[in-house]
């Protein structure tokens, strides 16, 4: 079965710059998520889709950050314009159904901002 | 709200020694708990998890922990370190409550293996 996966592996950018993150979620897995995990922490919700409607983006910067999941598959994410304290790596993952099923990530895409 | 605290940042032991992780979490209702552990440059991968009945759960690569309620604690053991369990763990909760399956995360331990 493949697993979750991103593109680019690692962007760098300049400040004020935009970028844009690609997730490709295993097969039939509803639910997908977007994490944000800075140098030396854990990682933290982004924002939260189940099809293609959003359930959760109460954590997501929506003056610079935006996210679409079109038809329910794959998902972008998108920065415009970068801030340095953007700097971090950008993590998908992807559920099946129920809350107990298992959240499967991604390699992440590395973002350095300048 | 929900939280988790992972007790100290770095942990080292010896090769063949006891691993044990710390984790402490803070809930409301009745959490679901993880560990996940994240080698250099890629994802997190699922070592275990907790959502409901024995408190002892047993993961992959040996490793095994227990949720125990009364001290609000998931601690992550493995009995014997081996070198390629060098990496980061993290310990997560969700709510059982809701239909969002949200992950949060502890900061991180990173766990050195020396030969």
Redesign the interface.
Known sequence: EAG?AQSPRYKIIEKRQSVAFWCNPISGHA?L?W?QQIL??????LI?F?NNGV??DSQLPKDRFSAERLKGVDSTLKIQPAKLEDSAVY?C?S?LG???????????T?LTVL | AQSVTQLGSHVSVSEGALVLLRCNYSSSVPPYLFWYVQYPNQGLQLLLKYTTGATLVKGINGFEAEFKKSETSFHLTKPSAHMSDAAEYFCAVSSSSGNTGKLIFGQGTTLQVKP
């Open positions: 979750v639910t998520y994490y030396g922490q854990g990682p933290k919700l939260q189940q359930v959760d993590l993952a559920r129920q809350t107990t099923d298992t959240q499967y990530f991604g390699p992440g590395r």
